[in-house]
């Protein structure tokens, strides 16, 4: 199966296009089989995240981060290396490869922070939802007291 049919879920509902075409995205991305570099994803609390890929033999100058209207995109460009030439290696099981990895990130989830440590990427990731946004508390106004204060002014009179 290469698509999802939503039509049922287009049928009674406004703008979840986004939603097919990110499910369809990625179940081509993991139909494709490119595993590199290996990545972990994980969830600090409700509103931080870390990706964490692993880059070994890559420099921090050969890693570029760049994010986007909600995709962020890792690339890493590995510039040759005249010591480890493939005409003196007897065996190549360290990949030197050029890489891309794109990430779909969810409204609101910016990136704060990177770090490159032991090999590994660390992308830190957080959900900054707008005050406008945020869930905010209502008073209740009770009709009970405006009647109280007519009353009490009907009586003064």
């Not at 939603?19 to 600090?44: F, Q, V």
Request: charged share 30%; glycine share 6%.
């Amino acid at each position: 199966m290469s698509n999802f049919d939503f039509s049922p879920l287009f049928r009674t509902s406004v703008g979840f296009d986004r939603l097919a075409r990110l499910l369809d995205h990625a179940y081509r991305l993991d139909n494709s089989g490119n595993g590199y570099p290996p990545y972990n994803i994980e969830a600090k609390n409700e509103n931080e995240y870390r990706i964490s890929m692993a880059v070994a033999g890559f420099a921090e100058q050969e890693l570029k981060l760049v994010s986007e209207q909600n995709i962020l995109k890792v690339t890493g460009q590995k510039q040759a290396d005249p010591e480890t030439d493939d005409a003196r290696l007897l065996h190549r099981g360290i990949a030197t490869r050029s890489f891309e990895r794109r990430f779909q990130l969810a409204d609101y989830v910016q990136v704060v922070g990177a770090n490159l440590e032991n090999g590994l990427l660390h992308i830190d990731l957080e959900r900054q939802i707008p005050e406008a946004m945020k869930p905010r508390t209502i008073d209740i106004q009770s009709t009970q007291r405006l009647i109280e204060g007519e009353n009490e002014d009907k009586q003064a009179a």
